[in-house]
């Protein structure tokens, strides 16, 4: 049984560069370049003492071990992207040896060029959407019906009513919330070539402030860049006085844009 297999990060042209001799996820092994026809895959050794099927099992439930794999990963797709189109591939693709790599980029050509050509001068960048719960209510309760009534009614009836109220001020808030994330979407997808949702990330497991109104990845042409910072900016200050923050991020990999992901 071989002792090393190869970690792959991205696939891009032969032609482009690709950054070699980065540090791996294995901090023993370099990255390096394989190629096969028109098309280069990076990849770095790895010992599959630690990264074979059985190993991978036990350290992907092994949450500071997957932290520091997974930002290495990033780290290394991160600096390829600075010089060419890269077509990035999951954590945790692993082939027994480069020839077993130049196979894939052979019987993968023709998506992974389609792929190369969609992405082919554009950036992905998320953009996540915060807002205080707090301040939501406030403004709900500013158009909330019942506060003059509720004042008037008897203590047994003004109780009621009041209940109603906050039940009105919680249902008002939460279109608010949806509202404002169909405005901010709309407004970046209007200068974005793609757009994708995803699901609102777990607070403890990203350590956001405020709920996460949304969470999406937009697929940007590089010129445009500066116009979606502007759009960003010009929201968020739209948006203060319930709270509202845009966390935006890019350049990323383009993982939510691969016309057709590579097995």
């Not at 709309?186 to 402030?209: C, F, K, M, Y």
């Amino acid at each position: 049984m071989a002792e090393r297999g190869l970690w792959a990060y991205g696939v891009a042209r032969a032609r482009d560069p690709l950054p070699e001799r980065l540090p791996g996820v294995d901090p023993e092994h370099s990255t390096v370049r394989v190629e096969a026809g028109a098309l280069a895959a990076l990849v770095s050794g790895v010992a599959l003492a630690e990264y074979d099927a059985e190993s991978l099992r036990r350290n992907l439930n092994d949450f500071p071990w997957l932290e520091r794999v997974a930002r290495a990963h990033e780290a290394v797709l991160e600096q390829a992207l600075a010089g060419a189109t890269l077509v990035p591939l999951r954590l945790c693709t692993i082939f027994e040896d480069e020839e077993a790599v130049r196979a894939m980029l052979r019987a993968r050509a023709a998506d992974l060029i389609a792929a190369l050509d969609a992405l082919a001068g554009r950036e992905e960048w998320t953009v996540k959407l915060l807002a205080d719960r707090a301040a939501l209510e406030r403004a709900a309760r500013a158009v909330a019906p019942g506060a003059e009534v509720a004042a008037a009614a008897g203590s047994g009836a003004a109780y009621m009513l009041g209940r109603r109220r906050d039940r009105e001020v919680r249902e008002q808030a939460g279109q608010l919330a949806t509202r404002l994330a169909e405005d901010v979407h709309a407004r970046l997808r209007t200068g974005a070539v793609d757009a994708v949702i995803g699901r609102p990330q777990n607070r403890d497991l990203s350590g956001h402030e405020g709920e996460m109104l949304l969470n999406a990845a937009y697929l940007v042409d590089r010129e445009a860049v500066g116009r979606l910072r502007e759009r960003v900016a010009e929201l968020e200050a739209a948006h203060r006085a319930v709270g509202a923050r845009l966390e935006l991020r890019g350049p990323l990999p383009p993982y939510n844009f691969i016309p057709e992901a590579p097995a």
